[in-house]
């Protein structure tokens, strides 16, 4: 029997959140968990795989709006990909990333983005790896600080309201210039960022909140837990930093100032970090920090004009791009692109390519996380040497991409 995909229904979400839970190993859900989960579910943006009435494929999208450099696109946030360890291998996931791209396009979004599980299986349906992250881990005895701006606000600890009130507001300041990171809404921070019940699972505490503030303005914010331990009667404790976000500089050291000082730490850890931490040029010893880089932020573009004229550049000039798709042939065309301070231009050409790529290379590049020219010495993608050059001066952008928390 054929694979039926559609869009759940409100009463179908229980099954297929358990169905989720199944595909991505993890333990069935406790009721609150769903209960946030289903507050931030788009149905209408919902997929479902059903074999005979059986649910064994699950996909999601959340629309949100993601900076891109000099500004902000619509975007769809692709989430809950799995398929039922039964049904592999016959077609099921395919089916649900073409009829969730083509619902992309005729919604006008220019991307999809996604955080992927697995690194291997999104390039073949035409994402490309546009941001990267990091893993930080440091011994609390060698964090000393010996470079930095001033810190000289107040550091206070907020109860989970206050932060609800306090929080978005840095973030969408921070967001602003930040290409990768994108819009939260009430209910997202209600129900994802900082839900009700958190964690559960697992040997750490309840969470803190903290507030930068400089004259009674917040300026940055750091939420973290604690795991407590001892070893031979010495504190052994671990301190995980969930999300720490500032406006401005000084915030960003008097937030780590004041994360390096928790009492009864031996080890810090943080996830999902900027790959380009300032933090690592300010220790006095910054071999002691640990850092593991991953892939994080995936590109699908699937309207190539409307997503590189939705970017600024950072120096004027043309170039003129052939772009191949061979997963579903939206985004493929020969293309123009002018960057000028007014604004860029994109629109279909027939002039012969300078430099042709994939629509994976093209969404790596979309938001300044790679060079074109280090693309090409990774053989993906063909240019002449002034073209590259030329494109690695108008993509370059600064801050490098960073998505700080997984959708």
């Known amino acids: 029997m054929s694979i039926e995909i559609r869009p759940i229904t409100p009463d179908e979400f ?11 190993g993890s333990p069935q859900p406790r009721p609150d968990e769903a209960e946030d989960t289903k507050a931030t579910c788009e149905f209408d943006r919902t997929l479902a795989a059903f074999d005979d009435g ?54 006008g979004e220019p991307f999809a983005a996604l955080w992927a599980s697995e690194s291997i299986i999104y390039g073949r349906f035409g994402y490309g790896l546009a941001a990267e992250g990091v893993d930080l881990k440091i011994d609390r005895l060698r964090t000393t600080l010996a470079h930095g701006p001033e810190a000289n606000g107040r550091v ?28 939260r809404s009430e209910t997202w921070w209600k129900h994802h960022s900082i839900p009700e019940r958190d964690g559960g699972r697992g040997p750490f505490s309840g969470r803190f909140f903290v507030v930068y503030e400089e004259d009674g303005k917040a300026q940055g914010y ?25 406006a401005t500089d000084a915030a960003y050291a ?26 690592l040029w300010m220790l006095a010893d910054p071999r002691r920090l640990v850092r593991r880089p991953h892939d994080s932020l995936w590109l699908r573009i699937v309207d190539v004009a409307a997503a590189l004229q939705g970017r600024h550049y950072a120096a004027e000039g ?26 860029a231009y994109c629109r279909p050409s027939q002039l012969t390519p300078e430099i042709t790529l994939g629509v994976g290379d ?12 280090t693309l090409a010495r990774a053989g993906r993608i063909e240019g002449d040497e002034a073209a590259l050059r030329r494109a690695d001066a108008m993509f370059a952008w600064e801050p490098l991409p960073w998505c700080p928390e997984v959708f």
């Open 14 to 24: 229980d099954t297929f959140y358990a169905a989720m839970a199944v595909g991505f």
């Open 54 to 107: 059986l649910l064994v494929g699950t996909a999601g999208i959340f629309s949100f709006n993601m900076t891109v450099p000099g500004g902000a696109l619509p975007a769809a946030g692709v989430t809950w990909i799995t398929v039922a360890p039964t049904h592999r291998r016959r077609g099921v996931l395919s089916g649900m990333m073409q009829r969730q791209l083509h619902d992309v396009r005729e919604r």
């Open 156 to 183: 206070r600890m907020i109860k989970r309201d206050e932060a609800l009130k306090t929080f978005p507001a840095v973030y969408d300041r921070f967001r602003a210039g930040q290409p990768g990171a994108y819009g």
């Open 222 to 246: 750091v939420r973290y837990r604690i795991r407590g331990d001892d070893k031979d009667g010495v504190p052994n404790g671990t301190l995980a930093v969930q999300e720490l976000i500032a």
């Open 254 to 279: 008097g937030l780590w100032n004041y994360i390096f000082g928790v009492d009864l730490i031996a080890e810090i850890r943080a996830h999902f970090r900027r790959i380009d931490e300032p933090l």
């Open 318 to 343: 043309g170039l003129t791009l052939r772009v191949e798709d061979e997963s579903g042939g939206w985004a493929a065309g020969t293309y123009d692109l002018e960057a000028e301070p007014e604004g």
């Open 362 to 373: 093209l969404g790596a590049a979309l938001l300044g996380g790679v060079r074109f020219s």
